[in-house]
Every structure is written in C-alpha cells, then in structure tokens.
C-alpha cells in the first residue's frame, strides 16, 4: 500500500523571570492533535533553561497523534458493548463491538424470491454493532468517502443479497453509536488518516443469536483528488460469533 506521512511543526517558548529558553520540534504531528512539550514554570520553580531544552528533545520522538485520537474530518464516538473480534488488515485494524439489539421498524428492501416476501419484515430483532478503525500503519492514509468498508455475513445466510438492515438514525442514537464516521460539512476526499486515529461507525442486521458470522474489511486508499488507488486495494476478514 502507498502511504504518505504528514507532519507539521510545533514551535515552542518557555518565559521565566525575562530569560526565554526555546526549542523547535521538528518532527510534531499534524494539526489534528495537540502536543505539548512543556509546561510554563511558576516563578518559584527550580526548572533551568537546560531542563526547559531535555523537555523538548523528549517531543522530537513523537511523529504522529497519540493512540485514540479521532481525525478532524470524523463523528466523536465512544466504545461502547462488547468486543466480538478484531479484523486485522495491513496497515490497519477494525474492532468490532455487539452494542444492543432493537425491533425494526419496517420491513427491508430484500426481498426472498422463494416467498416473495421481505427477508427482515417490521418487528424483526436487529442487532446494532460498532466498528472502530484505526491506523496501525506509521504512515498517514489518503481515505475515499467509503473509508475502511465492513461488511457482516453470517455463515448460513442462504440469499446472495446482503444482510439487510434499517437506516431509522433514531435507533443509532438510541443505541448511542454514529449511523456515519464523517461528521457533517466534511464533503470533500481525500480524509487524511493519520498514525494512531480511530474512526467508528456503527452497523446492524438481522439478530441471530449463537450465530456464526464473518466480519470483512475492504481499505482502498484515495489519491490526491479523491479517487481510488484500486491497485492499493487490501482486504481482511475475521470470523466469531453473534451473541
């Protein structure tokens, strides 16, 4: 896969007493995570200037946000339910969360051809899960506006259409999960994906408790307009259970 790394540059300058004492940090993050490097003193502090300069040649280490930052670009979320597997893709990992379950509200647009009717009908038992991906790569990741796409499968779903589910946005809220990882007014791809950051989105289907099902990832990363890079494509997957 072709990743680019992003970096800015944080400058920094400490005051005590009209002796200044500075230190540039060169290899700092990007601008969507704040890093200090340190503190202002109190006037009755015993820091040295050569104290002040060890602080900041601590912070030339960090070449990307810290673990569990979420991009500018993405929806705030919290992990929430509990952890079924973790997909692990290259350069990238989806961990997957069973939240809640919730009656659908009406019927799918799936419809079985044995019977002609909905395969999910209104009243249905769905099951709602959390996706969070983050970027293990050490490199930033140009992201499409499908980002990292996930797709659930359980083994004995006998129809070639996917599993359907509902879009009601109520029930996303109710179960305290975001129906979208791009938060509202970001329009335009590529998403820079930086090292460490998390997005989540959340998903649901039919609830079939005690059922085996295949969980799949699929990152194709986006050029410089926006545009996939299909030649960078990578695919993963994971097997549990549904509780």
Not at 94 to 119: C, H, L, R, W
Request: glycine content about 8%; aromatic content about 8%.
């Amino acid at each position: 896969m072709r990743l680019t790394r992003t970096l800015g540059t944080l400058s920094i300058a400490a005051l005590v007493f009209g002796l200044a004492a500075c230190g540039d940090d060169d290899d700092a993050s990007d601008d969507t995570t704040t890093t200090t490097a340190a503190d202002v003193e109190d006037p009755g502090s015993d820091t040295t200037e050569a104290d002040a300069d060890d602080d900041v040649d601590d912070d030339d280490d960090d070449t990307g946000p810290a673990d569990g930052a979420t991009p500018a670009w993405a929806n705030p979320f919290e992990v929430t339910g509990d952890l079924l597997t973790t997909i692990e893709g290259e350069g990238f990992t989806v961990d997957v969360y069973q939240v809640g379950t919730a009656a659908a509200p009406k019927d799918g647009m799936f419809i079985d051809p044995s019977t002609n009717e909905p395969i999910l009908k209104a009243g249905d038992e769905l099951v709602y899960v959390l996706y969070v991906a983050t970027n293990t790569s050490g490199d930033t990741i140009q992201l499409p506006f499908n980002l990292v796409n996930v797709t659930a499968r359980y083994a004995d779903w006998q129809w070639a259409q996917g599993m359907d589910g509902s879009s009601d946005r109520a029930l996303y809220e109710e179960m305290g999960i975001p129906a979208s990882a791009i938060a509202t007014g970001n329009t335009e791809a590529p998403f820079p994906w930086a090292p460490g950051e998390s997005f989540a989105y959340g998903d649901n289907f039919k609830h079939q408790p005690g059922s085996d099902i295949t969980f799949s990832a699929v990152l194709t990363p986006a050029d410089a307009d926006g545009d996939l890079v299909h030649d960078d494509r990578v695919e993963a997957e994971a097997d549990t259970t549904i509780r």
